[in-house]
């Protein structure tokens, strides 16, 4: 899905009449719904630009008429079509009824802060967070989510046995990563960035000189420069034992 999705913005990008080139990309699966479904979709976020490697351009795309980068309805033919032939060469048997028309949701996010925040929080809090499970006995569990469309919170309740398959089923397989990157934004692509770099007239280490370093731990003792090497969580032990001696970070 995730392959799909980015062959089809990079074919996009290709025939584009002011791109024509390759963009990057940085691509976020979602497994879930609002209500905690089964419900797999892929968020990208592309910069309304691209570059020509090969004759060492960098264009950008503008328009006033059209806050979005290429049209959703093309997308959705476009991507739907590839899908469904990855599915058919995977071997896998394709239902007898399937939508004939997918959505593909296009918006303009100014310069994306807000929407990598929006995607990163999804990577690092887990599919639900524990101050949404309300209640929990008597062989069933209660948590809250926001509709989708009254933007309202409502209260889902499950067995228990449901409720943990409902959080199973988001669980990735072994090895696959949930957030990829793709084009000029892929890792692999220093040389293009170089370029990139180069084009645009950057210098990221003076964009990052501002930044004020952490003052360095130093030792009591001879006044050497010191470095975390572990940290340690308090023990519970009996309370004549003083926690504070005992939680820290261990340093040299």
Request: aromatic letters at 8%; proline letters at 6%.
């Amino acid at each position: 899905m995730m392959q799909c999705a980015w062959e089809t913005v990079h074919a996009f990008s290709l025939n584009d009449r002011q791109l024509r080139g390759t963009p990057g990309a940085i691509a976020v699966l979602h497994t879930h719904s609002r209500r905690l479904d089964f419900h797999p979709h892929v968020h990208l976020a592309i910069p309304a630009a691209a570059i020509d490697a090969k004759r060492r351009l960098w264009r950008t795309r503008t328009t006033k008429k059209k806050p979005y980068l290429f049209n959703h309805k093309a997308l959705a033919k476009v991507f739907r079509a590839k899908m469904l032939d990855e599915i058919t060469q995977a071997g896998l048997a394709l239902p007898k009824h399937y939508p004939e028309n997918w959505v593909v949701d296009c918006k303009h996010v100014g310069n994306g802060d807000k929407a990598l925040v929006y995607l990163g929080r999804y990577l690092y809090r887990g599919v639900l967070q524990e101050k949404d499970i309300v209640a929990c006995g008597n062989g069933k569990v209660s948590f809250h989510y926001q509709d989708s469309k009254t933007k309202e919170r409502e209260m889902r309740t499950l067995d228990g046995e449901d409720f943990l398959w409902l959080l199973l089923q988001h669980v990735l397989p072994k090895g696959f990563r949930r957030a990829r990157n793709f084009g000029f934004l892929h890792p692999n692509s220093k040389r293009m960035i170089q370029l990139l770099h180069y084009l645009l007239n950057l210098d990221p280490a003076r964009s990052t000189a501002w930044l004020r370093k952490r003052p360095p731990l130093t030792c009591r003792c001879c006044g050497g420069e010191m470095k975390i090497v572990r940290t340690r969580l308090p023990v519970l032990l009996p309370r004549r034992f003083p926690l504070d001696a005992l939680a820290g970070a261990s340093v040299m």
